[in-house]
């Protein structure tokens, strides 16, 4: 009889507990990812997660770290405030569109350009999870939402907001990737990206951003399976998966 391999062992930082989160939703993975990186790197008990308004806000639930509740759309703002008070810590926010692209715009704008040696974990499901399923700042043109039940009009509401092009511009920026989590090798991509953007801070260099393309088949009135189908067919042609500031990789000339 071969002998058992373990191929998976689930992070010690990530609490055992049922989840509260709708069938399909990717906050879970995301959370995973976020909590195993904390693992690997040895940063959790030297590690404060800021919480923000929406799905994103009950992420203390779930990963085993000091945590702080912020007010709608200032995790920014708050995690600068508790990174200068105990700049020995590691600290990071962890949002929504709904809460970062809208309410939030300006928090994450000005600690991003000024270099806030904090990391910002963005989960954009292009929707309102928590509140009702309301257009966000990154619903896609022609989305139904509770209210644009029409569709968004690009004339009425503008664009979709590309949050990573805008945060990579900024001259405080380190490191900005947008990722997703609708495959295995995806998967694996976003956890390489979460890794970098710790040690960005661990390093002391600076402000690091990753944006996860994620779902939300509740909102969207999709299944699981679907939902995953439409992030690669609808979402990912407009927010292209890619590096979108890397000046560490710049200093090393590659």
């Not at 058992?4 to 689930?10: A, C, G, H, S, T």
């Not at 968004?152 to 490191?175: D, F, H, N």
């Not at 989590?181 to 694996?188: R, S």
């Amino acid at each position: 009889m071969a002998e058992e391999k373990l191929v998976f062992e689930p992070s010690e930082v990530l609490i055992d507990r049922p989840t509260h989160y709708c069938p399909g939703c990717q906050h879970g993975t995301a959370h995973r990812i976020v909590a195993e990186v904390i693992d690997e790197l040895g940063l959790a008990e030297n590690t404060i997660a800021i919480g923000s308004i929406g799905c994103s806000v009950f992420l203390y639930n779930y990963i085993n770290v000091d945590a702080v509740e912020a007010p709608h759309g200032r995790a920014p703002a708050v995690a600068t405030g508790v990174k200068r008070a105990r700049p020995d810590k590691i600290v990071f926010s962890y949002q929504g569109d709904g809460d970062l692209a809208s309410i939030g715009m300006a928090e994450i704008m000005h600690a991003a350009n000024r270099g806030e040696n904090i990391t910002v974990i963005f989960v954009n499901n292009t929707v309102y999870g928590m509140t009702g399923g309301q257009m966000a700042p990154t619903t896609m043109i022609g989305q139904a939402t509770t209210t644009c039940p029409g569709g968004r009009c690009e004339e009425r509401e503008g664009m979709p907001i590309k949050m990573s092009e805008i945060i990579g511009m900024l001259g405080g920026v380190t490191y900005c990737e947008r990722v997703a989590v609708n495959n295995v090798k995806n998967i694996n991509k976003a956890k390489k990206a979460v890794k970098k953007a710790f040690q960005c801070q661990v390093d002391g260099n600076g402000f690091s951003f990753v944006e996860f393309v994620a779902t939300c088949p509740t909102n969207w009135k999709m299944t699981p399976i679907a939902a995953n189908e439409r992030v690669e067919e609808e979402l990912l042609p407009y927010f292209p998966l890619g590096v979108y500031a890397d000046k560490l990789a710049e200093k090393e000339g590659k």
